[in-house]
């Protein structure tokens, strides 16, 4: 299921997912009729998407895992590393959807849930970078 079909299906579902929040977005600002409703489905739809973008994301065989440390110690270090970061990213994602869920109806801990969410995306966001550099600089 992992097929690079999946994948771009995936992908243009976010794609969907995301234009539906901004007119969402756009329908709350303006105060127009059911802009809550526009927004509840696509960000339930958004934390949906993050569970699948972790079923989807790639999967290193030990194989490869075992030939990448043959050629340098570090590479699969590095590799499992930025795939934790990226299952950490994604769950963090979700939070905030769920969050201004929350928001949006009032509900109590919507405002925790945001700034968990995105202090966790913030902080990871400069980790991840720097765990893809050395995995790079590692395979050199």
């Known amino acids: 299921m992992k097929t690079n079909q999946f994948r771009s299906i995936l992908a243009i579902v976010t794609g969907v997912g995301i234009s539906v929040m901004a007119i969402g977005l756009l329908f709350s600002v303006l105060h127009w009729p059911?802009?809550?409703?526009?927004?509840?489905?696509?960000?339930?739809?958004?934390?949906?998407?993050?569970?699948?973008?972790?079923?989807?994301?790639?999967?290193?065989?030990?194989?490869?895992?075992?030939?990448?440390?043959?050629?340098?110690?570090?590479?699969?270090?590095?590799?499992?590393?930025?795939?934790?970061?990226?299952?950490?990213?994604?769950v963090s994602i979700a939070v905030c959807a769920i969050g201004v869920i929350f928001k949006m109806y009032h509900v109590s801990g919507g405002a925790e849930m945001l700034m968990c969410g995105g202090f966790t995306i913030a902080f990871y966001g400069i980790i991840a970078p720097f765990y893809y550099s050395k995995y790079i600089n590692s395979l050199k």
Not at 59 to 75: I, Q, R
Not at 81 to 88: A, D, L, T
């Open 34 to 90: 059911e802009a809550h409703v526009v927004l509840l489905e696509s960000m339930l739809t958004i934390a949906f998407l993050c569970a699948l973008w972790m079923y989807a994301l790639p999967k290193v065989s030990p194989m490869t895992e075992k030939m990448l440390e043959l050629k340098n110690e570090n590479a699969g270090k590095y590799l499992r590393k930025i795939r934790r970061v990226s299952y950490i990213v994604l």
